[in-house]
């Protein structure tokens, strides 16, 4: 028997047993009379679906199915409330995106603009994490974390080879430099997404599950507005941070840019294919930017834009013979994330439809004698924690909707608490485990777990000061009713 779970860890099948029993304990011991059948059904699945996300009990995008079989099945939601979440718009301006980051790494664009802002910035040390920093930072504003971590590790890793071999940095400055620049690249590409739309998927989360529980559409430039600066003022406190405090080198003399120069010159002068990609990224990202003063009165979506965008790269065609995206190019596209995507926001039609979240936040109640500032700094600590050990998406899923009920309960408008959510379950820096970007550079076996920890922690105070004075004074200036 015990062949049976050869595929299965311990965690895995404690998953498998909890996700059911939490469903029959919320289904059997709730009364009716407490909470209506329809939403019950609805807080149930959401129970049994969380665990096995928390546990990967099934590989996370085939949990994300389970909503569209047991909400209809057991009376929660008819079929085709629990089916359209996954064809929301939202999935598709993620598919879109998705797509144009595809682009950008089959063309060896990354590359190109990651050595040329290295170059442009400097070769000091310390500008070289900086470098590292702004590079990593700005394609997560576009591409996935994890695929952005993985772009700029072999980048850092050269540098790293770079400086060993000229013995530039020596001893215990060229293990601090190595582990700064490491970890900058795991860092930014976290703290990079938080600043659009697309950058990380509890971002886009938010911007869907405004527009499902609360009818109100979260504009890519009003997130933009918001987000930028949380992430301008958190690689700032990051670089001061790791070059400075943490990980400080005694500088031994400027190092020498002969590596980018190597890179840039082995790339060669910019393909007519990377000019097509560079334009379509730069026109997608500027119609999402400008689109209401481009446009006025006509209305223009978000998804409409990316899906233009990507439609474009299909039609182009390259000097190679073949499209600038052709079909075969799909199969590196996160099938699963979009799935899972989907999965939350099937979820969350289920918590709209049938009220379940102001049956939620008539329980929340109980917080009403604390101040709206320490709800924010708890909430953001408690999200942030959850996410050092479970998928940011999952996190997202799961609390953000409880986040509008808990708004009604207090009497706020819930989209503080919605994004201070969204925001924490991107900052995990403290675990290997806690973030895709935390594991590539941790793959590299240039740091212990110590480090990451130690180097983490206090990345997760500031992020929590830096979110919540955000939410409390920035948000309500934004995102105006």
């Known amino acids: 028997m015990e062949g049976c779970f050869i595929a ?20 059997l011991f709730i009364p009716e009379t407490e909470l209506a059948y329809a939403p019950k059904v609805v807080l149930a699945v959401t129970a049994w679906t969380a665990a096995w996300w928390v ?28 089916a359209r979440s996954y064809g929301d718009p939202i999935v598709f301006m993620y598919m879109g995106g998705f797509m144009i980051a595809i682009a950008i790494e089959k063309w060896h664009l990354h590359r190109r603009m990651a050595l040329h802002i290295l170059s442009f910035i400097g070769t000091r040390s310390d500008r070289i994490v900086l470098g590292i920093m702004v590079s990593t930072a700005f394609l997560s504003l576009w591409i996935s974390n994890a695929a952005t971590a993985l772009m700029m590790l072999p980048v850092a890793l ?8 000229n013995q530039i940095l020596t001893g215990l400055s060229l293990e601090k430099f190595s582990k700064s620049i490491l ?41 933009f507005l918001f987000g930028f600066p949380v992430t301008v003022v958190m690689l700032f406190l990051l670089y001061l941070y790791l070059t400075k405090i943490q990980f400080r080198v005694e500088q031994q003399g400027d190092m020498t840019a002969h590596f980018i120069q190597k890179d840039l010159k082995d790339l060669g002068k910019i393909k007519q294919e990377e000019k097509w990609v560079l334009a379509v990224f730069l026109m997608t990202a500027c119609l999402w930017i400008f689109k209401s003063f481009l446009f006025g009165g006509i ?33 590196q596209l996160p099938w699963g994330m979009l799935l899972l995507f989907g999965g939350g926001l099937s979820l969350a039609t289920g918590f709209a439809e049938t009220d379940l979240t102001g049956w ?7 917080l009403n004698g604390l101040s709206y500032l320490m709800i924010v700094v708890i909430l953001t600590a408690a999200v942030l924690f959850m996410t050092e050990f479970m998928s940011n998406t999952a996190v997202a899923n799961m609390v953000i909707p409880i986040t509008v009920g808990l708004g009604l309960a207090i009497g706020i408008e819930p989209y503080g ?47 929590i000061v830096a979110i919540v004075l955000a939410v409390y004074f920035w948000l309500p200036i934004v995102l105006k009713s």
């Open 158 to 165: 050269a540098i790293i080879k770079e400086v060993k071999a």
């Open 299 to 331: 209305y223009v979506s978000d998804t409409s834009i990316a899906i233009f965008g990507a439609i474009l790269l299909f039609l182009i065609p390259s000097t190679t013979g073949e499209r600038i995206l052709e079909w075969p190019d799909m199969k």
């Open 417 to 463: 608490l919605m994004a201070a959510a969204a925001l924490a379950s991107s900052c995990a820096f403290m675990l290997p485990i806690s973030t895709p970007p935390n594991a590539a550079v941790f793959s590299a076996d240039m740091l212990k777990i110590s480090d990451m920890v130690r180097a983490g922690f206090w990345l997760n105070i500031m992020s």
């Open 183 to 223: 970890l900058s690249v795991a860092y930014s590409a976290s703290i990079g997404g938080l600043a659009t739309l697309v950058g990380t998927v509890p971002n886009a989360v938010f911007a869907a599950m405004s527009k499902k529980l609360l009818d109100r559409e979260i504009m890519f430039f009003e997130w």
């Open 8 to 27: 299965y860890q311990k965690v895995n099948i404690t998953g498998l047993w909890l996700g059911p029993c939490l469903f029959l304990i919320l289904m």
């Open 55 to 82: 546990t990967e009990a099934l590989p996370i995008p085939a949990t994300s199915l389970l909503p569209i079989i047991l909400l209809p099945t057991l009376g929660g939601l008819p079929m085709d409330a629990a």
């Open 360 to 366: 939620m936040g008539e329980k929340l109640q109980l």
